[in-house]
């Protein structure tokens, strides 16, 4: 398969060595990269709001996902993660509604919010849970 270049690819570095969750991970920069291909392309507005919604729904789904983990396996840092999640999501409703006005355009600098704060969460946060979830068997 020929390879694309994206902007904002999932990489090794960023394993959580969960599958389900590195699936989730690599789903959401495919969606940014969507937003950023529909974006750099002059798109339809309509495109743009379909990608934004795709990805806040994939986001609440990841997130659930996350979520049900730490309670399954009593995750001891689950609220202050789970408070990164709720402010994310409010971060990036609050975007579609400015999108949806019309007050703001998704531009770079949106794009690249979105993905720096996915990696870092990535790298810091959900590095966190790691060695936790993997003690209880999830692969
Ligand atoms: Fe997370």
């Not at 729904?57 to 396996?73: A, G, I, L, P, V």
């Not at 993905?115 to 692969?139: C, E, F, P, Q, V």
């Amino acid at each position: 398969m020929q390879n694309t270049m994206n902007l904002y690819d999932w990489k090794d570095s960023y394993s959580v060595e969960i599958s389900s969750i590195d699936d989730d991970h690599k789903g959401l920069f495919r969606i940014i990269n969507q937003l950023f291909d529909a974006m750099s392309h002059g798109k339809a507005r309509g495109l743009l709001d379909e990608t934004l919604n795709q990805l806040i729904d994939y986001t609440k789904t990841h997130f659930r996902r996350e979520e049900m983990y730490f309670s399954t396996t009593n995750y001891p840092e689950t609220l202050e993660h789970k408070l990164q999640h709720e402010m994310f999501i409010e971060k990036i409703v609050a975007l579609k509604k400015g999108f949806e006005s019309g007050d703001k355009e998704i531009s770079i600098e949106l794009i690249k919010y979105l993905s720096d704060w996915l990696i870092n969460h990535i790298l810091i946060s959900d590095k966190r849970y790691m060695a936790h979830l993997k003690k209880y068997g999830l692969t």
